[in-house]
């Protein structure tokens, strides 16, 4: 498969009786069924397609053999990807058999597909899957901030995840059935995990294959950082980042999520280039001491608490407030949940009282919101601080719950969330409503799909999701980790200065 030329992917609906368009025969066929990270199925199928060829206009035969691989994601939508190249360009259709065996051969050939998805641009697919992560409500069009009409808890806001309410009456019965418990179990991606199904058993490498296939649509933000800087050529772009698992890895203490100093630097010179704003769900001050970059502009609470450039665009918003930032600077500080300090304040303490006795629970004041962690609380005991949790937003109405990666946030139901302090910030910043801005924005969590969908809405800009396990998103590209968001944005910056030598000697010449 090494030799495959101009590879395209195509995508279309199985038909179960049409034969490869270009081949003479078609043999050797192997399946491999396994079940998605995310719990749907697919397959993977290989077959050996044997062409024969006239030579050089002389009636003798030759015959080629080209194994073509495909795969079938969520067979009962019986949508098929398939993988071809120039001489056999992907016209396979699925035919009419069922899976038999495994090949772990096959499989492994199957890595080619991080080769071949080169041809394939995210904006062409015109996706509009929706993502069924844990997001906020629908925001009101047209106001900058509203009260949602309900002040019902978030999880009943949620109309994407399916809940099967189970029926047996316990004592966690409540964050069992409003779907706490899963989306606290599927919250961060497992540390190598064995995927056991239909007899197959795959570990480490072969996890990859989930990940390359997911990759297809959400490709890595650094293999087609060329189709990246062509859509940004004459463009200003405009950088957005988070905070923890983007820059800094995430590990088991909040407080030793620390930022290395090459990411630092290589943030710096972005900033150099590119307005860069940081947007975080700590609050502004932990994520300003932890970055302690002065040339940036932060957005802590999850974009509850932003410092932005003084800017007389916004600063008409009631909540909007001229102020000064460490260095003595004016700034624009927009704090839309300023009215509920109080509130959270209590509730951070009433969280630290009643979870003390939990084991490996840590409460954090964000100051706008309160992170509950429970990584390293013991997993029988999850339902105890889910339960725990609910227990004490029942008496906080005004307050509401959303999912991080194991942890549990809660924060006010004002209509406020990354993608709408992405949208303040543009806006801040004048770059709102430009055809020639792109806004791109990394980030690794489900807060952080508030922002992809904001950038996503008529391709705005880019969305770029570090994960390194196959996610649903509203993002466009994919990163693995922080060290590859440092290589993406140093690749970015060292881009920016050849385009603007480019520039220079353009300029001269024309002189
Ligand atoms: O929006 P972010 O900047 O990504 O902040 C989201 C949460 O990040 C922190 O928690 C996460 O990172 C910790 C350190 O790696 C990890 O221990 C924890 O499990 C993660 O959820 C922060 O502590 C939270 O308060 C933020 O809400």
Not at 136 to 147: M, T
Not at 468 to 497: D, G, H
Request: glycine share 6%; net charge positive; hydrophobic share 35%.
């Amino acid at each position: 498969m090494t030799g495959a030329r101009n590879p395209s992917v195509l995508a279309w609906r199985a038909q179960t009786d049409t034969w490869p368009r270009h081949c003479d025969s078609l043999t050797g066929f192997s399946s491999s069924p396994f079940r998605f990270l995310g719990g749907f199925s697919f397959s993977i199928w290989s077959c050996l397609v044997r062409r024969k060829k006239e030579t050089r206009g002389k009636k003798k035969q030759k015959t080629s053999d080209r194994y073509i691989f495909f795969y079938l994601v969520n067979q009962k939508l019986g949508t098929v990807f398939c993988f071809g190249n120039e001489k056999f360009p992907g016209i396979v259709c699925l035919m009419d058999c069922a899976p038999s065996s495994s090949d772990k051969k096959t499989l492994k050939r199957w890595f080619f597909i991080d080769k071949m998805v080169g041809n394939l641009d995210p904006m062409d697919l015109k996706t509009n899957q929706a993502s069924p992560v844990l997001t906020d409500p629908a925001p009101i069009k047209k106001s900058r901030l509203g009260i949602p009409s309900s002040l019902l808890s978030y999880s009943q806001h949620s109309s994407k995840f399916i809940m099967i309410p189970r029926k047996k009456p316990g004592m966690f019965d409540d964050v069992r059935s409003n779907g706490w418990l899963d989306a606290m179990k599927s919250s961060s991606p497992p540390r190598k995990k064995l995927i056991k199904d239909f007899n197959v058993e795959v570990a480490s490498d072969d996890t990859d294959i989930a990940y390359f296939s997911w990759m297809l649509k959400y490709p890595s933000a650094l293999n087609f950082f060329e189709k990246i800087t062509n859509y940004a050529k004459n463009k200003k772009i405009a950088m957005f980042l988070d905070y923890d698992g983007t820059l800094s890895p995430i590990v088991d203490d909040p407080d030793r999520a620390l930022m290395s100093d090459d990411m630092r630097s290589a943030v710096r010179n972005v900033a150099k280039y590119f307005p860069t704003a940081i947007i975080s769900g700590r609050s502004r001050d932990k994520v300003y001491d932890l970055v302690g970059l002065t040339e940036l502009y932060y957005a802590g609470s999850h974009g509850m608490d932003i410092m932005g450039p003084l800017s007389h665009t916004v600063s008409d918003d009631p909540n909007c407030v001229e102020s000064n930032d460490q260095q003595g600077k004016e700034v624009n500080l927009f704090q839309p949940a300023r009215e509920f300090l109080p509130l959270i304040d209590e509730v951070f303490r009433t969280l630290v009282e009643n979870t003390k006795e939990i084991k490996g629970a840590k409460v954090e004041n964000h100051k706008f919101c309160v992170s509950v962690h429970y990584r390293n609380v013991d997993e029988k005991n999850w339902p105890v601080i889910a339960q725990c949790v609910h227990d004490i937003l029942k008496g906080y109405p005004r307050l509401r719950l959303t999912h991080g990666r194991k942890v549990l946030e809660v924060r006010p139901v004002i209509d406020w969330n990354k993608g709408k302090a992405v949208e303040f910030l543009l806006e801040s910043l004048g770059l709102s409503d430009k055809n020639d801005v792109l806004p791109i924005y990394i980030g690794d969590d489900r807060t952080d799909e508030d922002a992809f969908k904001v950038l996503r809405e008529d391709n705005r800009g880019y969305g770029i999701l570090v994960s390194p396990v196959p996610k649903e998103t509203s993002a466009f590209y994919s990163l693995r980790n922080p060290e590859e968001v440092m290589k993406f944005l140093n690749t970015l910056v060292k881009w920016k200065k050849q385009e603007e030598a480019k520039c220079a000697i353009d300029s001269k010449r024309s002189m």
